[in-house]
């Protein structure tokens, strides 16, 4: 805790050691809110691999992700590595391009033994981060509560989703879409923000404020409180408990 770790400019592949294999860094020790731990770019650092965040506080900033996810931030309920469960990342002048079926920064949903969202990792931040042609998922999923996407830009989208709001109290603002289109071929129906509603995620109290969208031909938003395949949200809590305020 309260340690910085400063990165050497250089392009870092996947390594074969005990803490990054399988195409993921993973990260267990946890910082505090005093003392987070901290990771800085000492100039272009481009990662291959994943930062797979298990353990609370923790800061991320200056990094580029080409080819795969950038940060996934985990309860590790019941994984090879548990952790004490993650929140309170931040992810900072970062850069995610040129990925297909993945995500840029993720939050882990609901246990599905304690589907409640605010259980899940929350109080995340992403500031001044860019999403550059990625194809085919959603971009910035979040999770639990209490989150911040704040001077983002999102651009040139291929049948990719921007934002996934999920959980309760979050915050999207002074954001950029640009350029996110649909093509012919990719599974996913494009919008800026989408919330589907399958068993443990639902969405309430959102805040979606003075973001530019422009030259987008894909939907603005969709909500959806059921899902095919999936439960009523009202057996979770209380429909009128759904809302964004745009």
């Known amino acids: 805790a309260g340690d910085t770790v400063l990165v050497q400019p250089g392009i870092y592949s996947n390594a074969a050691n005990a803490n990054c294999s399988w195409g993921e860094c993973v990260f267990t020790r946890s910082g505090t809110a005093s003392a987070p731990i901290s990771f800085r770019a000492l100039g272009p650092v481009t990662n291959q691999f994943t930062f ?38 931040t992810m900072t002048n970062c850069i995610v391009q040129n990925t297909i079926n993945t995500s840029a920064f993720a939050q882990d949903p609901p246990d599905s033994s304690n589907p409640i969202p605010e259980t899940a990792p929350g109080w995340c931040t992403v500031i001044n981060c860019t999403f550059n042609h990625m194809t085919n998922s959603g971009t910035v999923n979040l999770n639990g509560v209490g989150n911040l996407v704040q001077g983002c830009t999102f ?22 879409f640009t350029n996110m289109g649909m093509v012919e071929g ?18 309430v109290d959102m805040l979606f404020e003075r973001n530019y969208v422009v030259n987008c031909p894909i939907q603005l938003m969709q909500f959806e409180t059921t899902e095919p395949g999936g439960v009523n949200q009202s057996t979770l809590t209380n429909s009128y408990l759904w809302g964004i305020v745009l």
């Open 52 to 89: 797979e965040v298990r353990a609370p506080y923790y800061s991320f900033d200056g990094f580029t992700w080409d080819g795969v996810s950038g940060i996934y931030v985990t309860s590790a309920r019941g994984g090879a590595m548990p952790g004490p469960g993650s929140g309170h990342v």
């Open 155 to 176: 651009v040139n989208g291929v049948s990719q989703d921007s934002i996934y709001p999920f959980g309760s109290n979050s915050v999207m603002r002074l954001n950029t």
């Open 186 to 203: 990719f599974g996913n129906h494009p919008d800026i923000i989408q919330v589907f509603g399958q068993v443990g995620f639902w969405s």
